[in-house]
């Protein structure tokens, strides 16, 4: 189970606070589990407490978010209820205590990896946001190397790829960029596949206890960009590109510096 670290944290108290309750209550749960608790009624107080945290965390978080206008509340406000309904999905009555300890640890391995992709995939880039602001062209500078070479490469190439779709912006000629806009992202999608993989093949080799941390947010990203709804970016080209280009390039920044960054060199 993972653990709440520094890196956990994004610089708002009252968020902070409640994230490191639900790791403790991860870890609660887990420690009960091990010292052979009852484990229906384990799973019922861990079931209802989450759900108490979805009602009053969330909505902290939302609050937080819609006073200083992050333009990304409506994509956190969709994961919360995924969140939501992944928890209200689990039952725990009428099932024997080996049952109930299987669905326990299921829900554990689920939270733990849903919480540590959503703190540091989403949460970390709150406030990160200008509403309607309009993104610069990203450039890969020296600020960004990691000096490991095919980390920096490759982070350089996604920087390109991305200064492609703020191009495809501002090229007053494409009047209609739908399908340039298809190129693109096919072209991300799959270049950050082939990237991920080398970084994970790389942290793997060197032996980095940061792997596992690494592979749940590089999936949640490739989720995120499977998840895209191209159908409003055909009715609503322009705008829409502006917020993607927001989101990737914060999320980019925020993963080299934060993330990145602690990946040990040969």
């Known amino acids: 189970m993972f653990t709440f670290t520094k890196d956990c944290l994004i610089g708002v108290p009252e968020i902070d606070n409640e994230h490191k309750r639900l790791f403790e209550l991860i870890g609660e749960v887990d420690a009960a589990l091990k010292m052979d608790a009852d484990s229906v009624s384990t799973a019922m107080a861990l079931l209802n407490e989450l759900k108490q945290y979805a009602v009053t965390h969330f909505a902290h978080e939302e609050a937080y ?6 333009p990304e509340l409506e994509r956190q406000q969709k994961e919360h209820q995924a969140f939501v309904a992944k928890v209200n999905s ?5 099932i024997t205590d080996e049952t109930a300890k299987e669905l326990i640890l299921e829900l554990l391995e689920y939270l733990s990896k849903w919480l540590m992709g959503h703190i540091l995939g989403s949460d970390i880039l709150i406030g990160q946001f200008e509403a309607n602001a309009k ?3 990203p450039v890969f500078t020296d600020k960004f190397k990691t000096g490991i070479p095919i980390v920096d490469e490759e982070h350089k190439m996604l920087f390109d790829i991305i200064a492609k779709i ?8 494409i009047h209609d960029k ?4 298809l190129d693109i992202l096919d072209e991300l999608k799959e270049y ?8 994970e093949n790389y942290m793997r080799e060197i032996g980095y206890d940061g792997l596992a941390h ?3 947010l590089h999936q949640k990203f490739i989720d995120t960009l499977e998840e895209l709804d191209l159908n409003d970016v055909d009715d609503n080209q322009e705008s829409y590109l502006y917020e993607f280009l927001n989101f990737l390039q914060n999320w980019l920044v925020n993963h080299i510096l934060k993330v ?3 990946i040990p060199q040969k």
Do not use: G, K
């Open 65 to 70: 978010m819609a006073s200083i206008h992050d």
């Open 90 to 94: 689990y039952r725990f009555s009428d």
């Open 135 to 137: 993104p610069m062209a």
């Open 166 to 173: 703020y191009t495809a912006i501002e090229t007053e000629l």
């Open 178 to 181: 739908f399908d340039l806009i």
């Open 192 to 199: 950050t596949r082939v990237h991920f993989a080398d970084e």
């Open 214 to 216: 690494q592979e749940i």
């Open 260 to 262: 990145d960054m602690l």
